[in-house]
């Protein structure tokens, strides 16, 4: 959920008029009655909330298998993570509606911080540190599926239920216990805030590690930390990838996510050692290639987040989930939240602020990030 009650009440008393679609905030724990008290006026359907409000906000794109992208008009703005370049089914419908789009993830703040992504990505890097040690711990391959251990259930609640605590890098030893990744390598592609994370959790967790970052001034700041166990590359070698246990993809520049791995390489480490490989960068196209069990290429293949793995063909359990944080959705919520609310006060109110106009992305039918036209080979 985008705003949480508290923060609604903050707009309301800032002069705001919000509508919240019934049950929009029950995933994340908040009632139609808290939004009621906040002062927000609760409406029915998404038909109403589309045909009465001018900014829509929303933390998941357009739904357009949904047939989200119908309701939408000229005069509508949505401020939310759009992630164009990751669907040209989206940003066709996106430029036909003649709507405004503002990215959430590409609010670049003057300290050239993303303030609305970052807190997203550490709860993604977060969860994929703890799916290392859960799947390498509970999961086991049977035929061309997976099956969970026993108990898998339990621990899986445990950390859900104790998610602040892990988001702050502290483990009960119970919980490192369970999710233990004693001596085993983890090999993570990025050093950005989803490589630091991913890095830190599984370091709490026993793991060796070795990060791959491209910049210089990043690679001395991972080094700075002081991790133990843990080197930082430029790039990741034939050995690296044959040795690891784990393998995290968190890298993406601008247009789409690196194809840091292919296929060749893929099965030439698979052979040595079945990998666990988590694909955080799947919401940006992906770090890694899914081949499924029939040994075609499956880009658009992906699990959920009650059931995230799936097995390729060559022998690996494979982690593909859009939108990670909604594993712990009332965490991320009040994460984000606030953050949200502040911008949106901006938006509403027509203030000018820079990292707001340079984060529009489409306008009245117009491409006006470039990023966008590169994915998808666009004049």
Request: charged letters at 25%; glycine letters at 8%; hydrophobic letters at 40%.
């Amino acid at each position: 959920m985008a705003l949480t009650p508290r923060s609604v009440s903050s707009l309301v008393r800032s002069g705001g008029k919000v509508l919240v679609e019934a049950q929009a905030g029950a995933k994340s724990g908040f009632s139609d009655d808290e939004y009621s008290s906040a002062g927000a006026t609760v409406v029915g359907s998404q038909a109403e909330l589309y045909g009465k409000a001018d900014l829509i906000v929303k933390v998941k794109e357009i739904q357009v298998g949904k047939g989200e992208h119908a309701q939408l008009r000229p005069g509508h703005t949505v401020f939310a993570f759009n992630h164009f370049e990751s669907s040209r089914e989206l940003t066709d419908a996106a430029v036909k509606s003649r709507a405004t789009f503002i990215s959430f993830e590409k609010v670049v703040d003057e300290k050239g911080q993303t303030p609305l992504l970052m807190p997203m990505s550490r709860i993604a890097g977060a969860v994929s540190g703890i799916w290392a040690g859960f799947f390498h711990n509970y999961a086991f391959k049977h035929d061309k599926s997976i099956r969970l251990k026993t108990g898998a259930d339990q621990v899986k609640a445990k950390f859900v239920e104790g998610f602040e605590h892990i988001a702050n890098v502290s483990i009960d030893n119970e919980l490192k216990r369970m999710l233990s990744l004693q001596d085993k390598m983890a090999v993570i592609f990025g050093g950005g805030n989803v490589g630091e994370m991913a890095a830190r959790v599984c370091s709490a967790l026993g793991a060796k590690i070795t990060i791959i970052e491209r910049r210089e001034a990043r690679r001395k700041y991972l080094h700075e930390l002081n991790l133990p166990r843990c080197s930082v590359a430029a790039a990741a070698d034939r050995d690296i990838l044959r040795e690891a246990y784990i393998i995290i993809g968190s890298t993406y520049d601008k247009e789409r996510a690196d194809r840091v791995i292919d296929e060749k390489q893929l099965k030439e480490a698979s052979e040595v050692r079945k990998k666990i490989i988590i694909d955080v960068a799947i919401d940006q196209g992906g770090n890694f290639p899914y081949v499924n069990p029939s040994g075609m290429y499956s880009p658009s293949s992906t699990g959920t987040i009650l059931n995230p793995a799936q097995i390729d063909y060559f022998g690996n359990i494979f982690i593909r989930v859009p939108n990670i944080p909604s594993i712990v959705p009332r965490y991320a919520s009040t994460t984000l939240s606030p953050i949200i609310a502040e911008y949106v006060k901006n938006v509403a109110n027509k203030t000018p602020r820079p990292e707001l106009a340079r984060a529009v992305s489409i306008k009245d039918g117009k491409i006006l990030d470039e990023a966008i036209t590169k994915a998808h080979n666009l004049n």
